[in-house]
T-cell receptor, first 109, second 118 residues
């Protein structure tokens, strides 16, 4: 079992739908990252969370430390949101990230 | 936000040759840089962690003599794939981080380098 598990692995939705991607981890962490990777390969860091909730535009990320669970939400989804979304956990006292397997999101017009 | 560049973005080489990939932090000093490789439809796999001025720490199963990492300055790290073989063909990504409060220890990723070994 991976230390960081994401679900679903693939998600296809229609434009304007509300999207939720889940991430569970089994280790104590100092921070959890949500990343976005577009088909060209470039990776953008969306959020870094250690507690609570963060919002940026149509994106919302939440984390529940007690339950070792984080969610990424996209409101009013758009085809340009189509990408692979990756959660990555940084262990306590660690430098490196442990990655989930990614969620491939496709938003159809 | 902080910017990390990689050069080249794409390289094709013959089997047996060596290829150098550069990773630069453009507007901040990166005390730590990470090198990843990614195979199609798979997640990133950490190869090594590089701290400026010291030897890189390689992950289990990564040959340090094959993947030479140099982090000679706070803005530049290089990965050299020596005696490349077709199985080394992959997408190589670097990231950089700074402990400074302004950067909140976020990892900033480069755009990646696609290596094809013929």
């Amino acid at each position: 079992k991976n230390e960081v598990e994401q679900s679903p692995q693939n998600l296809t939705a229609q434009e304007e739908e509300f999207i939720t991607i889940n991430c569970s981890y089994s280790v104590g962490i100092s921070a959890l990252h949500w990343l976005q990777q577009h088909p060209g390969g470039g990776i953008v860091s969306l959020f870094m969370l250690s507690s609570g909730k963060k919002k940026h535009g149509r994106l919302i990320a939440t984390i529940n430390i007690q339950e070792k669970h984080s969610s990424l939400h996209i409101t009013a989804s758009h085809p340009r949101d189509s990408a692979v979304y990756i959660c990555a956990a940084r262990g306590q006292g660690a430098q490196k990230l442990v990655f989930g397997q990614g969620t491939r999101l496709t938003i159809n017009p | 936000g902080a910017v990390v560049s990689q050069h080249p973005s794409r390289v094709i080489c013959k089997s047996g040759t060596s290829v150098k990939i550069e990773c630069r932090s453009l507007d901040f000093q990166a005390t730590t840089m990470f090198w990843y490789r990614q195979f199609p439809k798979q997640s990133l796999m950490l190869m090594a962690t590089s701290n400026e001025g010291s030897k890189a720490t390689y992950e289990q199963g990564v040959e340090k003599d094959k993947f030479l990492i140099n982090h000679a300055s706070l803005t530049l790290s290089t990965l050299t794939v020596t005696s490349a073989h077709p199985e080394d063909s992959s997408f190589y990504i670097c990231s950089a981080t700074s402990p400074l409060a302004a950067y909140q220890e976020t990892q900033y990723f480069g755009p990646g380098t696609r290596l094809l070994v013929l």
